[in-house]
């Protein structure tokens, strides 16, 4: 099993971060979709919001930990991709890590603005910055834009890849999916 990138895959921890990043995210979308239905006498009133906060907390973590592996790592080569798709890819790779930080920090601002912390999952607190009343409806808009934007920019990416794979026999889903080829 690789660790690290190559120029022809990806390594384990790139993979993991890939996938378990991706299922969140689109798992926290729908969750957020399904909570903000919730009425005050549902069961899950209070635990969604505390679930979905906690989760995105891990999140922000976990994307500065990538942030700093995919700078710090080698990047396949992309000898497969037309010079096009090569500066598509590069845009739409990049434009997620400033999307995701603003609706990571967003989500914190609409939990915080009351003052209280955010409890993660029971093992720490994160604080709030003081108490701003009325933040909460300014960030909620931001946040939901947000959320809208990097699932269509995930939809995106997917088709991509999909259409590159499938139509075009292009390695980057594969490499993606198992990591450089055995040699």
Known sequence: MQIRDTS???GIVSRLFH?????AIVAMFALG?????LDYYSPYYHSAPSLHKSV???LLIALALRFGWRLSSVKPDEEDLTPFERSAARLVHWGFYPLLLALLVSGYLISTADGRPIEVFG???????G???GLEDTAGA?????SYAVIALAAVHAAAAIKHHVFDGG????????GPRKI
């Open 8 to 10: 022809d895959g990806y």
């Open 131 to 133: 108490e701003n009343k």
């Open 56 to 58: 995105g907390i891990v």
């Open 19 to 23: 996938w378990l990043m991706a299922l």
């Open 33 to 37: 979709l399904w909570m903000v239905g």
């Open 123 to 129: 093992l720490f607190s994160v604080p709030s910055p």
């Open 142 to 146: 931001v946040h939901t834009w947000l």
């Open 171 to 178: 390695r980057s889903l594969s490499r993606m999916w198992s």
